[in-house]
C-alpha cells in the first residue's frame, strides 16, 4: 500500500457525494477492529464528501457522518500510513447541543448528565498517532472537552484548587461486557487537605455501561499522592472515587511497594502525634515498620479531612510471657479522629498468638 493506491481505494467508495467506505476495504485489521467497535454495520459512511485531498503523506476528506455515536456531526478523515499499513484519524466535531447523554442513553440516570461539557471534540484512531496539533492519540475512541466545575462537579472543585474549569481527556471503550469511559484532567499545583498538601490531583469522570441490561455506574475518580518523613521523604500515592450521592470520599494508598521507616517517622501521618504513646509499654517496636495501609476521610461538604487511619507492620514479635507468650506477625493500626478539632489518637494491635 502507497498514498497513491490508499487515494485511488477511497476513490472507489464514492459515489453521489457519499463515501461508503466497509472496514476491510483498506486490508488493515486495525481500522476493522474501530468499525467494528463504534461504526454501525462496520464501515464509514460520510455524506456531503469533499473530493479527497491528497498530499505527500496521508489522503483527507470531510463531510457529515451518518453512522457514529454523534449523529450528524462534521468530520474530517485523514488516512495515511503506518509502514505499509493505512492507518485512520476520524476528527468528530459534535453539534452545539451534543451531550454524552444523547450518545449514551443510560447515563440518564446518573450526575454525568449534569455535566456540561464545551467545547468537545471526538476522534477514532486505528492506530498511535499524532493529531494536527501535534498531540498523540491513542488507538480507540478518545474525547476532549472544557467541563465547567459547576453542578456536581461544584461539591469538588475544592480539591482541584477551585478550578472554575477542566480540561479533560480520555477514552470511551467498546468491550464484550459493556462500555467504559475515562476522562481525566490533572492539577498540578499543592491542594490542602488538613494538615496534608496533596501533591497535585488528577480529577477524572468514569462511567461503566453493562451491554447485557444497560445498568450503568458513575464516579468522579481522585489521584494525588502525600509525602512525609524527614531528609528523604516518602511518597505515598492515594486514590479513591466519590460518589455524588454519599457525598464523601476515601482516599487509599496505592502501595505497590513497602514503605519502611522508625515508628517515629510514621507519626507524621497524624500531623506530629506520638504514635508510640498509645501502644502498650511492654511492647517494643522494631526499628522498620513497613506502611500497610492508610485511608483519609474526606467529608467532602464540609471541606474537610474527617479521620486518617492506618496499619504497620512489625516483624518484631510482642512477648507477653518469656519464653511462653507471644504476638507474632504484629499489624499496630491507628486512627486520628477529628484531626482539625478534637485529635483523637487511638490504637489496635492485630497478631497470631504463639505458644510455647
Given at each position: 500500500m502507497d498514498i497513491t493506491t490508499l487515494a485511488a481505494t477511497l476513490n472507489q467508495y464514492i459515489s453521489s457525494g457519499d463515501l461508503v467506505l466497509p472496514g476491510d476495504a483498506l486490508g488493515s485489521d486495525p481500522i476493522q477492529r474501530?468499525?467494528?467497535?463504534?461504526?454501525?454495520?462496520?464501515?464509514?459512511?460520510?455524506?456531503?464528501?469533499?473530493?479527497?485531498?491528497?498530499?505527500?503523506?496521508?489522503?483527507?476528506?470531510?463531510?457529515?457522518?451518518?453512522?457514529?455515536?454523534?449523529?450528524?456531526a462534521q468530520v474530517h478523515a485523514?488516512?495515511?500510513?503506518?509502514?505499509?499499513?493505512?492507518?485512520?484519524?476520524?476528527?468528530?466535531?459534535?453539534?452545539?447541543?451534543?451531550?454524552?447523554?444523547?450518545s449514551f442513553p443510560p447515563l440518564g440516570d446518573t450526575f454525568v448528565s449534569e455535566l456540561p461539557m464545551r467545547n468537545p471534540?471526538?476522534?477514532?484512531?486505528?492506530?498511535?498517532?499524532?493529531?494536527?496539533?501535534?498531540?498523540?492519540?491513542?488507538?480507540?475512541?478518545?474525547?476532549?472537552?472544557t467541563l465547567p466545575m459547576t453542578g456536581p462537579a461544584a461539591d469538588v472543585a475544592w480539591l482541584v484548587g477551585d478550578a472554575g474549569e477542566l480540561k479533560l481527556r480520555g477514552v470511551i471503550e467498546r468491550k464484550d461486557e459493556g462500555t467504559d469511559l475515562a476522562f481525566y484532567a490533572r492539577y498540578d499545583k499543592p491542594v490542602p487537605l488538613g494538615f496534608f498538601d496533596l501533591n497535585g490531583v488528577t480529577f477524572g469522570v468514569l462511567?461503566?455501561?453493562?451491554k447485557e441490561d444497560n445498568a450503568v455506574a458513575a464516579v468522579f475518580d481522585f489521584a494525588t499522592a502525600i509525602d512525609?518523613?524527614?531528609?528523604?521523604?516518602?511518597?505515598?500515592?492515594?486514590?479513591?472515587?466519590?460518589?455524588?450521592?454519599?457525598?464523601?470520599?476515601?482516599?487509599?494508598?496505592?502501595?505497590?511497594?513497602a514503605l519502611a521507616a522508625g515508628l517515629y517517622e510514621f507519626d507524621a501521618l497524624v500531623d506530629g502525634a506520638d504514635l508510640g504513646s498509645v501502644l502498650p509499654d511492654t511492647l517494643a517496636v522494631a526499628d522498620q515498620v513497613t506502611l500497610s495501609w492508610l485511608v483519609l476521610d474526606v467529608d467532602v461538604a464540609a471541606?474537610?479531612?474527617?479521620?486518617?487511619?492506618?496499619?504497620?507492620?512489625?516483624?518484631?514479635?510482642?512477648?507477653?510471657?518469656?519464653?511462653?507468650?507471644?504476638?507474632?506477625?504484629?499489624?499496630?493500626?491507628?486512627r486520628l479522629d477529628d484531626p482539625q478539632g478534637a485529635r483523637e489518637l487511638s490504637a489496635t494491635l492485630m497478631g497470631e498468638v504463639g505458644i510455647g
Open positions: 474501530q468499525f467494528d467497535a463504534f461504526l454501525d454495520d462496520g464501515e464509514l459512511r460520510i455524506r456531503q464528501v469533499t473530493a479527497p485531498t491528497v498530499s505527500a503523506d496521508n489522503v483527507s476528506v470531510t463531510g457529515i457522518a451518518d453512522n457514529l455515536i454523534v449523529d450528524g485523514r488516512f495515511n500510513l503506518v509502514g505499509d499499513e493505512a492507518a485512520l484519524l476520524l476528527s468528530i466535531a459534535p453539534s452545539a447541543d451534543w451531550t454524552l447523554v444523547k471534540t471526538l476522534t477514532l484512531a486505528s492506530h498511535k498517532l499524532t493529531d494536527a496539533a501535534g498531540d498523540d492519540v491513542d488507538p480507540g475512541l478518545s474525547l476532549a472537552a462511567a461503566a455501561i453493562a512525609f518523613g524527614g531528609r528523604t521523604p516518602l511518597r505515598v500515592p492515594l486514590r479513591g472515587s466519590y460518589f455524588v450521592e454519599a457525598k464523601q470520599l476515601q482516599l487509599e494508598a496505592d502501595l505497590n511497594q471541606k474537610r479531612l474527617n479521620s486518617v487511619r492506618l496499619a504497620l507492620s512489625s516483624t518484631q514479635p510482642w512477648t507477653l510471657i518469656d519464653d511462653v507468650l507471644a504476638v507474632e506477625a504484629l499489624s499496630l493500626a491507628f
